[in-house]
C-alpha cells in the first residue's frame, strides 16, 4: 500500500463509506485503505462498489463491498449487521451519498416575464417529489447511517464521523435549490452532532469541497461535444486557482480531520478545499 501524505495511521480502525460507488468517495476509501483501515465500502451500486473494493484489496488493502439503501433504516443495520461480522465495529464513518436531481434543477439562472408559460422548466415547475428525494438523499442520507453506525462508535476513543457538505452551503448555487438548501442542512446538522457527541468520544466535521468535474455533475459543466458549459466558466473565474479541483486535492483534509493526534481538538469544523471559492468576492 502506498504511503498517506500525512502519515495518518488508521491501522485496526473499521471504516464505513457510503456512497463509495462514487468518484470522489471511492477515492475516499483507496485513502483510508493505505493508511491502514479496514474499509467497508456502502452503496446501492453493489457492482461498482466491489470493483473498488477489490481494488483496494489488489493493493495489499482490507475493503468489502455491501449494498446499501441510506435512506431505509432497516437495511442500514442489516448492512451494519453485515459490516461488524465481516470487518468488526465502526469507528470511522464517511457519509458521502449524496447528489442532485434533474427534477429539482431550473433550466435558468434568473426568471424572467414570460417562463411561466414558456417551454422551460423554472422555479414554478419544480417536482416535489424531486425536490424532497434531493434533500432527503444528502440530509436523510447522512442523518441514518449516522444513527445507525455511531451506535458502535459511543465510548470508544478515537471515533470519527466526516460528512461532505459543499459550497453551495454557503452561498447557494443558481439552478439547484434543493442541492444548495440540503448542504446547507449538513453544514448545520455536523454542528450539532460535533456537540451532541461531545461527551463520548466522537468527533464530528466536514469537508466542503469546491468544484470537482465528476459524472454528477457532468452535464451542468461540459456540452455534449465536450467543450465547457457557460457555468464552468463562471465557475473557473470565480476559483482564483483557476480550475476543476482533482479528487486526491481532497485527501489531505481527510486524513487530518481523522487524524486524532493532529486534529484530536478539532470538532464541528466544515473545512472548505475549493481553490479559494469562498473566499473570493469577484473584485
Known amino acids: 500500500m502506498n504511503k498517506n501524505v500525512l502519515n495518518t495511521?488508521?491501522?485496526?480502525?473499521?471504516?464505513?463509506?457510503?456512497?463509495?460507488?462514487g468518484v470522489l468517495c471511492s477515492n475516499f476509501s483507496k485513502v483510508l485503505a493505505r493508511a491502514g483501515a479496514k474499509v467497508a465500502l456502502l452503496d446501492l451500486n453493489?457492482?461498482?462498489?466491489?470493483?473498488?473494493?477489490?481494488?483496494?484489496?489488489?493493493?495489499?488493502?482490507?475493503?468489502?463491498?455491501?449494498?446499501?439503501?441510506?435512506?431505509?433504516?432497516?437495511?442500514?443495520?442489516?448492512?451494519a449487521r453485515a459490516v461488524v461480522e465481516k470487518l468488526g465495529e465502526c469507528d470511522i464513518l464517511i457519509n458521502g451519498a449524496g447528489g442532485n436531481n434533474p427534477r429539482a434543477t431550473t433550466?435558468?439562472?434568473?426568471?424572467?416575464?414570460?417562463?411561466?408559460?414558456?417551454?422551460?422548466?423554472?422555479?414554478?415547475?419544480l417536482d416535489?417529489?424531486?425536490?424532497?428525494?434531493?434533500?432527503?438523499?444528502?440530509?436523510?442520507?447522512?442523518?441514518?447511517?449516522?444513527?445507525?453506525?455511531?451506535?458502535?462508535?459511543?465510548?470508544?476513543?478515537?471515533?470519527?464521523i466526516l460528512n461532505i457538505s459543499s459550497m453551495n452551503a454557503y452561498t447557494p448555487l443558481t439552478k439547484i435549490p434543493a442541492s444548495s438548501g440540503a448542504k446547507a442542512a449538513i453544514s448545520n446538522f455536523t454542528q450539532w452532532l460535533a456537540v451532541h457527541f461531545s461527551k463520548v468520544g466522537i468527533r464530528v466535521n466536514a469537508i466542503a469541497p469546491g468544484f470537482f468535474s465528476t459524472q454528477q455533475n457532468a452535464k451542468l459543466l461540459w456540452n455534449d461535444d465536450g467543450t465547457p458549459t457557460a457555468?464552468?466558466?463562471?465557475?473557473?473565474?470565480?476559483?482564483?486557482?483557476?480550475?476543476?479541483?482533482?479528487?486526491?486535492?481532497?485527501?489531505?483534509?481527510?486524513l487530518f480531520l481523522l487524524n486524532e493526534e493532529a486534529a484530536g481538538f478539532i470538532t464541528g469544523v466544515v473545512l472548505p478545499i475549493d481553490g479559494g471559492f469562498s473566499a473570493y468576492s469577484g473584485v
Do not use: H, W
Open 9 to 21: 495511521d488508521l491501522s485496526g480502525k473499521v471504516a464505513v463509506v457510503t456512497g463509495a460507488a
Open 46 to 79: 453493489l457492482e461498482m462498489a466491489e470493483k473498488f473494493a477489490k481494488e483496494i484489496r489488489d493493493e495489499g488493502g482490507i475493503a468489502e463491498a455491501f449494498s446499501c439503501n441510506v435512506l431505509d433504516r432497516a437495511i442500514c443495520e442489516e448492512t
Open 107 to 125: 433550466d435558468k439562472e434568473y426568471f424572467e416575464l414570460g417562463d411561466i408559460d414558456a417551454e422551460t422548466k423554472s422555479f414554478f415547475d
Open 128 to 160: 416535489a417529489d424531486g425536490v424532497g428525494f434531493v434533500f432527503n438523499l444528502n440530509f436523510l442520507g447522512t442523518l441514518i447511517p449516522t444513527q445507525v453506525f455511531a451506535k458502535q462508535m459511543v465510548g470508544k476513543k478515537g471515533c470519527s
Open 231 to 254: 457555468r464552468t466558466g463562471k465557475i473557473l473565474a470565480a476559483t482564483p486557482m483557476g480550475r476543476f479541483g482533482e479528487s486526491k486535492e481532497l485527501e489531505g483534509g481527510l
